[in-house]
Structure formats: structure tokens, C-alpha cells
């Protein structure tokens, strides 16, 4: 016990005469002016550029939001940089900078917190990049984490040939669950990056987003195989003959992956197309897979549609190159009605519709039309063809206002509208008469 209040007394002594020296002075001074010169300069170069001087507006594009993030950073990283040439400016002189030392380690711990809450948006990886991954990077510092690794190292057991270790499952584990993380977030976001590309179609944007996302934890599995000690190279053989069977085995993934992928370069099929297939079902593409597309009914259904039947079957792409459809509707008149005056009003009846298509500006192809169908039993079987943008369903409902524009225009005019008839003749009256007055 007195050796151990000894050795507190003289620890004790030597951090006040530490305290009350002139180079804990000069050093706490230096601090103070790095802090301030640092601001300083970070507030003067973030005003030198808009995307670090204004906040972006909701919806901005994702590089303007990591950019503005980025610019917050300016002040801990200038800090962090004087404070470590000043330490070792202190050194190359012969000056005990320990308190700078101090000051760096605690300067690059609040930098990494600062840098987790700002750009790190998952709340889990947060909270173990907080209380895994600063606590490895101090005791890094610190030149404590090599003895921590060797304790590590000599937990250990044997299964067979092979040693496992806990510093080795820890190394998988952290470095697994940063992989991972990283990957899905560069993932995320330079998918985000190049769809909102101006220069680029929605054809060629999902094809490299889908290519970048393969490429992208293709490298992630291969970086995690090297960090458990795998040897790739002993690896090639058997992953050919695994490649074989799997090929052989999963054919059909390989398929919907390559036709998806050859669906894009193409160009036979984008996003927002309509497109009906050749069991009837219909919809909007609305988003690639690598092994389907889905496909958005009216009715509020999702069709999952594997990529190889948009190339082996019977495929209507409806919006393909033009989103100008015609359509029309049926109906029939009386045989009395003046037909020429009433196909003139019905056009202009039509024409009228905001959706349909029309103008002295349009093709005469393209505008509406009224013409006779057929002579049926009961009155003339007629048409009307027009033009629309889009798909005449859902919001685009526009057969069903017509019928009614072209029902409410023909009782405007005293149009009637036939509905089947049958004349009944009787050919031997004088029958029908003794048989009604026999008894």
C-alpha cells in the first residue's frame, strides 16, 4: 500500500510540474490559436463554394446532399492537420509535445463521431462503428491494439487442420458487416448517381446501375474471401467446376439474368412501357430485377415477369416508340338518319374531349373520324376512331367518355338509337279467323 500511494505522489508530482511548465503553456496556447486559424479558414473556403455554402433543397441530387456533408467536415479535418505538424514541428526541436499528441487523438476521435452522425444514415451501423470501430481506432493510436491482437491471437482452437482463432473471427466479423455496409451504400448511391445522369437514357442508365451493382459485390466477396485467409488461386479449379454446376443446375436464373441484360442494350423494353404479353396479362414496366421485371397493372397489381419470356414469347409494347394510340368506340343509328350530317357532328362532339387528339394542326390521319361500320338488322352499325396519348385506361378512361359524348349528341339531335327488331307476317289470315270463332 505506501508503494502504491508512492507511486501516486510521484505520478501526481510529475503531472502538476507538467501543468505548471511553460511548454504546457506554449502548448495550450498553440491549441487555442490552431482551433481559431482553423475555423477561420474552413469558414472562408466553404464560402467560396455554393455547394458547401447553401444548404440543397429537399429532393437535390445525392452528390449536392454528400457535398454540403462534406463541406462540414472542413474545419476537424484543418484542425487535425496543424495540430499533427505542430507536434511534430515540436519533435524535429526537442519540445515534449505531449498535450498536442493528446489534442490530436481527441481531435480525431470528435471527427469520426461528427463524420459517423453526418454521413452514416443506418442507425445500427452507426451504433457499431461507435462502440466497435472508435474504440479499435484509439487504441490504435494509442499503440495499445497490437497487444490487444496478440491476446486475441492466442485464444484459439483446433478443428482439424484448421486453427480458429478469436482475433480472426472478430477480423471477419467487423470487416465482414463494413464490407457489406459499404457496399450496399455505394450501391445505393451510385445507383442514384447515374439514373439521375441527364445524358443518359433510362435504357443505358439501368443497364450500367444493374452492371455496377454486380461489379460492386462481386469485389466486396472477393475482398471478404481474401480477409479470412482464403487462397483465391487454390480456389480456380474448384470454382470452374462449380461454375459447371451451377450452370447446369441454375440455368434458368442464368437465362432471366442474360435476357434482362440484353433487354436493356437493346432497347426493346424501358421503364414506364406498357407492354401486354402474350397470355393477356398487361401493365407499366416499372423496375428491372436481374432475374424479373415487374409489370403494374391498372387494378393495382404487381406482375413479376421472369426476363426470358419478354424474348422467347409474344411481346406488345404498346409505348414503344410512340405513345400515340387510336382507338374506337361502336355504336349504331337508325336507317332514316341524314348519316353525312351526323358523322360531321359527331367529329365535332369528339374533338372537343381535351385527350383526344385534334386540330388543323394535325395530320388528317391522325384526327377524329366517324365512318359507317356495316348495315345491321336493326340500323347502320357505325364507328368513331380517334387518337390519344397514352393507354385508354385507368386515369386515361377516355372510350367511356366518348360513348357518353356521342350517346348525350345523338338525343341533342333526335338521332335515335335502334335496338333489335322482328316483323312478324301472317300469311293465311282466313285460318287464324275460323279457328278463333270455332267453339
Known amino acids: 500500500m505506501d508503494a502504491f500511494i508512492a507511486q501516486f505522489e510521484s505520478a501526481f508530482l510529475a503531472a502538476k510540474q507538467a501543468v505548471l511548465s511553460p511548454t504546457f503553456i506554449y502548448q495550450v496556447i498553440a491549441i487555442l490559436s490552431i482551433y481559431v486559424l482553423a475555423w477561420l479558414v474552413s469558414s472562408s473556403l466553404r464560402k467560396q463554394f455554393s455547394w458547401t455554402r447553401e444548404a440543397p433543397a429537399e429532393g437535390a441530387h445525392v452528390i449536392k446532399l454528400k457535398m454540403y456533408r462534406l463541406g462540414g467536415t472542413l474545419f476537424p479535418i484543418f484542425t487535425i492537420t496543424l495540430l499533427k505538424l505542430t507536434s511534430v514541428l515540436g519533435k524535429q526541436y526537442q519540445l515534449d509535445a505531449w498535450l498536442l499528441e493528446v489534442a490530436v487523438v481527441v481531435a480525431i476521435m470528435i471527427f469520426l463521431n461528427s463524420f459517423i452522425r453526418a454521413f452514416v444514415e443506418s442507425k445500427g451501423i452507426a451504433n457499431f462503428l461507435r462502440w466497435v470501430g472508435l474504440p479499435i481506432v484509439f487504441l490504435h493510436m494509442i499503440d495499445v491494439l497490437p497487444a490487444v491482437i496478440d491476446a486475441l491471437e492466442a485464444i484459439s482452437i483446433n478443428i482439424g487442420n484448421v486453427s480458429v482463432s478469436a482475433y480472426g473471427v472478430a477480423r471477419v466479423t467487423i470487416f465482414g458487416i463494413l464490407l457489406f455496409w459499404l457496399g450496399r451504400a455505394s450501391s445505393v448511391m451510385g445507383k442514384d448517381i447515374i439514373r439521375n445522369h441527364e445524358k443518359l437514357d433510362v435504357t443505358t442508365k439501368e443497364v450500367f446501375s444493374k452492371l455496377f451493382e454486380v461489379v460492386l459485390f462481386c469485389v466486396i466477396f472477393l475482398l471478404l474471401l481474401n480477409i479470412m485467409g482464403i487462397n483465391l488461386t487454390a480456389l480456380a479449379v474448384f470454382g470452374g467446376a462449380l461454375g459447371v454446376g451451377l450452370g447446369l443446375g441454375l440455368q434458368s ?7 434482362g441484360i440484353i433487354i436493356l442494350l437493346d432497347r426493346s423494353l424501358t421503364v414506364g412501357d406498357f407492354v401486354e404479353l402474350d397470355d393477356g396479362s398487361k401493365g407499366f414496366v416499372r423496375e428491372f430485377k436481374m432475374r424479373y421485371a415487374v409489370l403494374e397493372t391498372y387494378d393495382g397489381k404487381d406482375i413479376l415477369v421472369p426476363n426470358e419470356k419478354f424474348i422467347s414469347s409474344l411481346l406488345i409494347n404498346w409505348t414503344h416508340k410512340d405513345p400515340k ?14 348519316i353525312r350530317a351526323m358523322v360531321e357532328i359527331l367529329k365535332e362532339a369528339v374533338s372537343e374531349h381535351p385527350q383526344v387528339i385534334s386540330g388543323p394542326d394535325i395530320p388528317f390521319e391522325e384526327r377524329p373520324d366517324c365512318e359507317i361500320d356495316s348495315f345491321g338488322d336493326s340500323g347502320v352499325n357505325m364507328f368513331v376512331e380517334f387518337w390519344m396519348e397514352g393507354i385508354d385506361d385507368g386515369k386515361n378512361r377516355v372510350g367511356g367518355d366518348l360513348l357518353l359524348i356521342v350517346f348525350e349528341t345523338l338525343r341533342e339531335h333526335n338521332i335515335e338509337i335502334p335496338f333489335p327488331q322482328r316483323e312478324v307476317r301472317v300469311i293465311n289470315e282466313e285460318a287464324i279467323s275460323l279457328r278463333n270463332t270455332t267453339p
Do not use: H
Open 253 to 259: 436464373i442464368a437465362s432471366n439474368f442474360i435476357s
Open 325 to 338: 394510340q387510336r382507338y374506337r368506340i361502336d355504336f349504331s343509328v337508325a336507317y332514316k338518319t341524314d
